[in-house]
C-alpha cells in the first residue's frame, strides 16, 4: 500500500513563496495521477492541482497562474509551488494519488501578515 507524507508548510506573509513536498512510499507503482488538495477544519477536501503521468497539469481556478505542481519519479515526490500567496490559500494541504491510498498527515499552510 502506498504511504505518503507531506511537508514544507509553514506561516509565510501575503505575496510570499512556499513550496510543499509529497514524497510515497510502499508499493508506489503505477501511480497514474498524483493530486495535491487542501482542507480547512470544518469543510470539506478540495482539489487544488493535479498532474497525469503523461504530463497534463490542471489547477483550480483560485490557483491558476500562482500555484504549479511537479514531479520528481526519481525521489518518488511530488511537489506543489505556491507563489503570490495569499490569506485565502490558508489550509492544510494533502496529496493523493490513483489509485487512491489513505491520506498522510498533511501540511499547514497559514498565510497572514
Known amino acids: 500500500q502506498v504511504k505518503f507524507v507531506e511537508s514544507g508548510g509553514g506561516l509565510v506573509q501575503p505575496g510570499g513563496s512556499l513550496r510543499l513536498s509529497c514524497v510515497a512510499s510502499?508499493?508506489?507503482?503505477?501511480?497514474?495521477?498524483r493530486y495535491w488538495y487542501r482542507q480547512i477544519p470544518g469543510n470539506q477536501r478540495d482539489l487544488v492541482a493535479y498532474?497525469?503521468?503523461?504530463?497534463?497539469?490542471n489547477y483550480a481556478d483560485s490557483v491558476k497562474g500562482r500555484f504549479t505542481i511537479s514531479e520528481d519519479n526519481i525521489k518518488n515526490t511530488v511537489y506543489l509551488q505556491m507563489n503570490s500567496l495569499k490569506p485565502e490559500d490558508t489550509a492544510i494541504y494533502y496529496c493523493?494519488?490513483?489509485?487512491?491510498?489513505?491520506w498522510g498527515p498533511g501540511t499547514q499552510v497559514t498565510v497572514s501578515s
Open positions: 498532474l497525469t503521468s503523461s504530463g497534463f497539469t
Open positions: 493523493n494519488a490513483d489509485p487512491p491510498a489513505p
Open positions: 510502499g508499493n508506489i507503482f503505477p501511480l497514474n495521477v
